[in-house]
């Protein structure tokens, strides 16, 4: 079991950028798969970006390569989010998760186990 504990976010004006944070102390986070999922209300829960168990490979959803990267700080058992060139519609609530799954990172929010406790991001226009 893995708890997984979020910072980071928080407000910033359209063209900037903010670093999330997503830590365990139970269990290295090397051994899960762990994604980036981000939610506005009303709507489901958007994938982001993933990297794999025991890889430095991410995956990223199709419209966000290249703004968002992915990274983990084995030391500190934390994965990292970096946010660059905002838009006001990267508003949402971001959440971390993690799972075992040996077929690697999965776009599905049903395939994570565990989860973070959700970071707001609000970019102002």
């Known amino acids: 079991q893995v708890h997984l504990v979020q910072s980071g976010g928080g407000l910033v004006q359209a063209g900037g950028s903010l670093r999330l944070s997503c830590t365990a102390s139970?269990?290295?986070?090397?051994?899960?798969?762990i994604a980036w999922f981000r939610q506005t209300p009303g709507k489901e829960r958007e994938f982001v970006v993933g990297?794999?168990?025991?890889?430095?490979?991410?995956h990223y959803g199709d419209s966000l390569k290249g703004r968002f990267t992915i990274s983990r700080d084995n030391p500190s058992n934390t994965v990292y989010l970096q946010t660059e060139t905002l838009y006001a519609e990267d508003t949402a609530m971001y959440y971390c998760?993690?799972?075992?799954?040996?077929?690697?990172?999965?776009?599905?929010?049903?395939?994570?186990?565990?989860w973070g406790q959700g970071t707001q991001v609000t970019v102002s226009s």
């Open positions: 998760a993690a799972d075992h799954n040996l077929r690697g990172v999965q776009e599905t929010p049903r395939s994570y186990y565990y």
């Open positions: 139970e269990r290295p986070l090397t051994l899960y798969n």
């Open positions: 990297i794999g168990r025991n890889t430095e490979v991410a």
